[in-house]
């Protein structure tokens, strides 16, 4: 058996980042410390924060007033910031730096007075948080279908974004119908795609071609493992997204001699290295081999906190 490890795989840039304003704030403060909803879409980070201290909620109300909020790294609506400030919350707020990028361009375009076609998946995280930045300018586009059955009332200014965590084959489509349907039709300065799910997904397109099945570790609800998973897929490979080794099936296995392993962006590379030792106890003869496609050099400094404002003393 051979297990090949696809490189880069794991935490992306944003998730550090988003980690380390956790990490730094338990360190700072000595007082309960909440998130909205998960820092990361990854059960085994969200578990090992709370162990710490940062206790995940799935509203604002839910924090008493006062308290230490972190808004998570898929970003969130602006209504929240402020109501966080009506509850006296000191926000620290932890959302990728390249989902930042996709909000600002999505207020720019509304100040213009653009019409806004935003490419995401429905309900996910990122997406209501981009589209609640211009609600009356923004339509969303959720599949190909979507683009070819949008009707905005004006089409002189209209521009289009996506969530940074979509795959290329799916937004290349998408994007392309919109063009001709709306050949006026602007698009954001940079690619919104993030760098990390670009190499990802590039990553494992290649490790497929090598491969009989392919392992992505990662959270169910995290759109760019699902969107790795696919990946291997085209290429003809069998793949599956798991959480952890616990979830591998002896028949997933059968007559299967090469074996590649990836992670998504929020998976720790813990859970990597067990399902290879899993791998390994099962086959001790099993060679390992790591092959990496790309070089990462992208870093997001984790800013340093001062002290916390101290509250305002009612007369």
């Known amino acids: 058996m051979k297990i090949l490890l696809a490189k880069p795989r794991g935490f992306c840039a944003g998730v550090d980042y988003a980690i380390g304003i956790v990490e730094e704030a338990l360190q700072l403060f000595d007082e309960p410390i909440y998130i909205l909803k998960e820092i990361v879409h990854n059960q085994k980070i969200v578990q090992e924060l709370a162990q710490k201290g940062a206790k995940s909620v799935n509203s604002i109300d839910e924090v008493p007033d006062g308290c230490i909020l972190i808004f998570s790294a898929h970003g969130v609506p602006p209504e929240f910031f402020t109501q966080a400030k009506a509850k006296g919350l000191y926000v620290l707020d932890a959302t990728c730096p390249l989902v930042r990028k996709v909000h600002l361009e999505a207020i720019s375009f509304a100040k213009k007075d653009y019409t806004i076609l935003y490419i995401g998946h429905k309900g996910h995280d990122e997406a209501i948080g981009v589209l609640a930045e211009a609600p009356h300018n923004m339509f969303l586009i959720n599949d190909r279908q979507d ?169």
Not at 212 to 227: A, E, I, M, P, T
Not at 269 to 284: K, Y
């Open 147 to 315: 683009a070819l059955n949008v009707a905005p009332a004006q089409t002189s200014k209209i521009a289009y974004l996506t969530q940074t965590t979509l795959s290329l084959s799916e937004t290349k489509e998408i994007i392309q119908i919109l063009k001709n349907r709306f050949p006026n039709i602007v698009s954001p300065k940079a690619d919104d795609i993030c760098y990390a799910t670009t190499n990802r997904q590039l990553a494992v397109k290649n490790l497929a071609k090598y491969c009989d099945v392919v392992f992505v570790l990662g959270s169910q609800n995290s759109s760019n493992s699902q969107r790795l998973r696919e990946c291997a897929e085209e290429e003809g490979c069998t793949a599956y997204l798991i959480d952890n080794k616990n979830f591998i099936q002896n028949d997933w296995l059968k007559g299967k001699n090469s074996i590649g392993i990836t992670a998504g962006a929020s998976a720790p590379e813990e859970l990597v290295q067990e399902v290879v030792q899993f791998l390994q106890n099962l086959n001790p003869e099993a060679t390992v081999q790591e092959i990496e496609f790309i070089k990462e050099k992208m870093h997001f400094p984790v800013p340093s906190f001062i002290e916390r404002p101290k509250q305002k003393q009612s007369n």
